[in-house]
Every structure is written in structure tokens, then in C-alpha cells.
């Protein structure tokens, strides 16, 4: 059973390009998760999908940023126009379905994102 | 949100136990402890996680205290391939009874050889 896996594994972009980061949850799980760590720092949530439902986006930059997890192929989380400011790394998450509440997630190995 | 609170560095020795300790206060009854791990340049790993009642799994034990506002991580025998970022998190309960992490700072735990 594959884990969570994420790419690309590094991606560099040019100010003002877009960047596209893909996320494939571990096989059973409805559930994904995205966060975004800056260097030294913590993770910080940015947004909680379902399948064809955002569940919570509370954490997104309202510009610029987006996120889907459609009913097939893996989710992806979407960058338009990016700067400097974005460079980070971005970590997806998957866990099985709602009303299981004693169930843990699991992480991907991340996208590090470096806009130059 | 619910928050906790752990200190920002520890150090043990290779081969001692080490406790890792995170408080946290404004906890819910609801409110699974859950414990993961960050090594340099990966993603998080989970450690081990409970509601009320100490745990024990092949990596870790997890000690939560009766009134469940603190809590405890317990490695039993460090070695060199522990030093990570350590991280205590609550579920954060969400009106459609679904959850989502939010992480803290955690503790960086450097073992000596």
C-alpha cells in the first residue's frame, strides 16, 4: 500500500508563472489535507478537501491560491502568479473517511517550491 | 483553535529515555492528543495518539495526565535517528464533524551521542 505521494518533489518557478502541485492520498482515504511550512517554521494549515468538496479553507490566501480534489486523479493545489513569498514547502496529508475519529493522517513527502 | 504548548528544545542522551512534555489546557472532552515527528527535509510522521488512557506502540508510549490537560511522549531509548521536531497536536473539531490538525512549534529534540 503506497503512502501519500506528492510531485513534483521540487519544482522552480520564475516569478509570475504558475505552480501546480499534486497530492494522490493513500488508497481508501476521501480526505486530504494541505499545509504549507516556511523555513524554520511550523506547518500551517491552508486547506481541508473531500472528494469534489473544499471542506475548510480557512488557512488559503484569498488570491492567487486554489485547491481541488476531484472524483478522479489526485488533488492538486494551484498557484497563480507567484512570488518570492511563496517559496516554501507544501505538505498534503490523507486520512479516511468523516466519522472516524480515532484515526490518524498520513503525510506526504512534500513539494518544495522555490520561486526565483 | 485548541492550542498546546511545548518547549522549544530538549536534548537527551543515545540510548535514555527522554520525555517530551506538552500542555494543554483548553483541551475538549472530544479532543484526541495526537503526537508526530519531523525529521529534516521530510513530511511528518505519526508517532502515536489517545483520548484518555496511556498508550504504548512499537515507537513510543504516550502518558496523559487524569484531568487530560497535559500530556507526556515517552522515548524509551533514544538513538540518534530520533533527533526530530516534535509536534503535540488536537484534532480541531470541525461543525461537520470532521478534523483537521493544527500544528504548534513543537520541540526539537537533539540526541547526544
Known amino acids: 500500500n503506497a503512502g501519500v505521494m506528492q510531485n513534483p518533489r521540487h519544482l522552480v518557478r520564475r516569478r509570475g508563472q504558475e505552480a501546480r502541485l499534486r497530492c494522490s492520498p493513500m488508497?481508501?482515504?476521501?480526505?486530504v489535507y494541505w499545509y504549507r511550512q516556511l523555513p524554520e517554521e511550523g506547518l500551517k494549515f491552508m486547506v481541508y478537501l473531500q472528494k469534489e468538496n473544499i471542506i475548510d479553507e480557512s488557512g488559503m490566501p484569498k488570491e492567487r491560491f486554489s485547491a481541488e480534489f476531484p472524483k478522479e486523479g489526485p488533488s492538486i493545489l494551484r498557484i497563480q502568479q507567484v512570488v518570492r513569498g511563496d517559496s516554501a514547502a507544501y505538505f498534503c496529508?490523507?486520512?479516511?473517511?468523516?466519522?472516524?475519529?480515532?484515526?490518524?493522517?498520513?503525510f506526504g513527502q512534500g513539494t518544495r517550491l522555490t520561486v526565483v | 483553535d485548541a492550542k498546546t504548548t511545548q518547549p522549544n528544545s530538549m536534548e537527551s542522551n543515545e540510548e535514555e529515555p527522554v520525555h517530551l512534555p506538552c500542555n494543554h489546557s483548553?483541551?475538549?472532552?472530544?479532543?484526541?492528543i495526537h503526537w508526530y515527528r519531523q525529521l529534516p527535509s521530510q513530511g511528518p510522521e505519526y508517532v502515536i495518539h489517545?483520548?484518555?488512557s496511556n498508550v504504548n506502540n512499537r515507537m513510543a508510549s504516550l502518558a496523559i495526565a487524569e484531568d487530560r490537560k497535559s500530556s507526556t511522549l515517552i522515548l524509551h531509548r533514544a538513538t540518534l535517528r530520533d533527533a526530530a521536531v516534535y509536534y503535540c497536536?488536537?484534532?480541531?473539531?470541525?461543525?461537520?464533524?470532521?478534523?483537521?490538525?493544527?500544528f504548534g512549534t513543537g520541540t526539537r529534540l537533539k540526541v547526544l551521542a
Open positions: 497536536i488536537l484534532r480541531d473539531n470541525l461543525a461537520s464533524g470532521t478534523y483537521k490538525y493544527i
Open positions: 489517545g483520548l484518555t
Open positions: 496529508a490523507s486520512s479516511p473517511g468523516a466519522g472516524i475519529m480515532n484515526t490518524e493522517a498520513f
Open positions: 483548553t483541551i475538549s472532552g472530544t479532543d484526541y
Open positions: 488508497k481508501g482515504h476521501s480526505h
